[in-house]
């Protein structure tokens, strides 16, 4: 499929700019999670599910964590923990060599960081042969793949007494400038390290690009920077469920109702109504329509078998806040690449220095970039694709994929 093939030039663009650097021993022994959801804060989920479907209650066969889905494969799997600057714990997940082979000091480190509403299940989920991770292992990569605070993996903080209220504040912006870094910086100590490869998919890029406003080291430890479906501004998205964000993000009562107050939980009627914009009849038989994850990006039957559905289903949507989800709203209503706006001088003094958010830099990304895109991508359409690419001064490949079918999703599981 078009899928293997774009992997594989990924691979080999990684694989030629590489060089055997040197770094030293370190075994970490895997820490399983135990619960077939991942890390969760069980008292707040129980609070929140009761708008969500009973559907989305997901079966450990389908949604085994992906530590465990490595070790399935014959892989070994890493388990690490981090804490941010500002208290979340994250979980970071790593397949430190390939089958039947050891730590050695000339494996070269590549960060694999997830999109919207998922995780590092995302780079496995498709076994051995097609995921990206077990495909760069293969190829003699150190893999390494984060989570970002709020999804299923990342869902803690070292105050237990936090409130809702103020755990899911937070958008890519803190992602950017507190998670990034974070889990970057625990990689390299591991390692020994001083530079790594990057793939991003989705807001994996947008962080990214954050993050070297915040963090100039990134950019200058980074050997190639991939992207796929990669984005900075959004404003011709579209994707049905922003188009509702966008023009009722101002709206409290709504977002109350029908996203969750503070976790980005839709209610009935909204995936009800956003399936209604965007299925077929196939689509509603194979239950796509009830998740959250293909109404967003998109679905194509071309790159996607019915085998593979229910375990892509049993791990997505991971979980944001809605604040996440606004903040994407704010794009497309603004077509900037800001930070978060939060509707009054009070506010935004409180948390910028300024009655404004700042406005994100394109110049400050030095690292060699590649990126990948699709014609029928709802999140990353062609036209805010071209004008990233058009910032980026240091762009190396724009490579667009042939299948004019292929949408942002299919850079994952296609």
Same mark, same amino acid.
């Given at each position: 499929?078009?899928?293997?093939?774009?992997?594989?030039?990924?691979?080999?663009?990684?694989?030629?700019?590489?060089?055997?650097?040197?770094?030293?021993?370190?075994?970490?022994?895997? /820490? $399983?999670?135990?619960?077939?959801?991942?890390?969760?804060?069980?008292?707040?989920?129980?609070?929140?599910?009761?708008?969500?479907?009973?559907?989305? #209650?997901?079966? !450990?066969?389908?949604?085994?964590?992906?530590?465990?889905?490595?070790? &399935?494969?014959? *892989?070994?799997?890493?388990?690490?923990?981090?804490?941010?600057?500002?208290?979340?714990?994250?979980?970071?997940?790593?397949?430190? !060599?390939?089958?039947?082979?050891?730590?050695?000091?000339?494996?070269?480190?590549?960060?694999?960081?997830?999109?919207?509403?998922?995780?590092?299940?995302?780079?496995?989920?498709?076994?051995?042969?097609?995921?990206?991770?077990?495909?760069?292992? &293969?190829?003699?990569?150190?893999?390494?793949?984060?989570?970002?605070?709020?999804?299923? *993996?990342?869902?803690?903080?070292?105050?237990?007494?936090?409130?809702?209220?103020? *755990? =899911?504040?937070?958008? =890519?912006?803190?992602?950017?400038?507190?998670?990034?870094?974070?889990?970057?910086?625990?990689?390299?100590? /591991?390692?020994?390290?001083?530079?790594?490869?990057?793939?991003?998919?989705?807001?994996?890029?947008?962080? *990214?690009?954050?993050?070297?406003?915040?963090?100039?080291?990134?950019? %200058?430890?980074?050997?190639? $920077?991939?992207?796929? +479906? @990669?984005?900075?501004? /959004?404003?011709?998205?579209?994707?049905? /469920?922003?188009?509702?964000?966008?023009?009722?993000?101002?709206?409290?009562?709504?977002?109350?109702?029908?996203? +969750?107050?503070?976790?980005?939980?839709?209610?009935?009627?909204?995936?009800?109504?956003?399936?209604?914009?965007?299925? &077929?009849?196939?689509?509603?038989?194979?239950?796509?329509?009830?998740?959250?994850?293909?109404?967003?990006?998109?679905?194509?039957?071309?790159?996607?078998?019915?085998?593979?559905?229910?375990?892509?289903? +049993?791990?997505?949507?991971?979980?944001?806040?809605?604040? %996440?989800?606004?903040?994407?709203?704010?794009?497309?209503?603004?077509?900037? =690449?800001?930070?978060?706006?939060? +509707?009054?001088?009070?506010?935004?003094?409180?948390?910028?220095?300024?009655?404004?958010?700042?406005?994100?830099?394109?110049?400050?990304?030095?690292?060699?970039?590649?990126?990948?895109?699709?014609? %029928?991508?709802?999140?990353? #359409?062609?036209?805010?694709?071209?004008?990233? @690419?058009?910032?980026?001064?240091?762009?190396?490949?724009?490579?667009?994929?042939?299948?004019?079918?292929?949408?942002?999703?299919?850079?994952?599981?296609?």
């Amino acid at each position: 499929m078009e899928f293997t093939a774009l992997i594989v030039k990924s691979v080999i663009l990684v694989s030629f700019l590489s060089s055997q650097g040197s770094s030293r021993y370190h075994v970490n022994v895997a /820490v $399983m999670e135990t619960h077939p959801m991942g890390n969760e804060i069980a008292a707040w989920d129980l609070e929140l599910q009761g708008p969500m479907k009973e559907h989305n #209650v997901r079966d !450990h066969e389908h949604s085994k964590p992906t530590d465990e889905m490595i070790i &399935d494969a014959g *892989y070994p799997a890493e388990t690490h923990t981090v804490i941010t600057d500002d208290g979340y714990i994250l979980t970071l997940h790593r397949i430190p !060599h390939d089958v039947g082979g050891t730590y050695n000091r000339t494996r070269p480190v590549v960060f694999l960081q997830h999109g919207l509403l998922s995780s590092s299940a995302d780079w496995v989920v498709t076994g051995p042969g097609k995921a990206l991770a077990f495909l760069l292992s &293969d190829q003699g990569y150190d893999v390494w793949m984060g989570n970002y605070r709020g999804n299923t *993996y990342s869902h803690q903080h070292v105050n237990q007494d936090i409130d809702k209220k103020t *755990y =899911w504040a937070f958008s =890519w912006g803190e992602m950017a400038e507190h998670d990034l870094p974070t889990m970057l910086s625990h990689m390299m100590e /591991v390692t020994g390290q001083d530079t790594f490869y990057y793939i991003g998919h989705s807001m994996g890029t947008l962080t *990214y690009y954050t993050a070297c406003n915040y963090h100039h080291w990134i950019q %200058n430890a980074t050997r190639l $920077m991939v992207g796929y +479906g @990669a984005h900075t501004a /959004v404003p011709n998205i579209i994707s049905p /469920v922003f188009w509702v964000l966008s023009r009722f993000a101002h709206n409290l009562q709504t977002i109350s109702d029908h996203l +969750g107050m503070y976790e980005f939980l839709p209610s009935n009627w909204l995936i009800e109504w956003w399936a209604a914009k965007v299925c &077929d009849e196939s689509m509603m038989h194979q239950g796509i329509c009830e998740n959250l994850m293909f109404l967003v990006a998109g679905y194509n039957k071309n790159e996607m078998n019915s085998t593979a559905l229910s375990y892509l289903m +049993g791990h997505t949507p991971a979980g944001t806040s809605t604040m %996440n989800m606004l903040h994407y709203g704010q794009s497309v209503n603004t077509g900037g =690449w800001a930070g978060f706006d939060y +509707g009054s001088d009070q506010l935004n003094l409180r948390r910028w220095n300024s009655t404004r958010p700042p406005t994100y830099k394109y110049d400050v990304i030095t690292a060699p970039v590649a990126l990948f895109w699709g014609e %029928n991508d709802w999140l990353v #359409v062609p036209k805010d694709e071209a004008a990233l @690419a058009s910032r980026l001064p240091n762009l190396v490949l724009n490579q667009r994929v042939d299948e004019v079918a292929y949408t942002h999703l299919d850079f994952l599981w296609g």
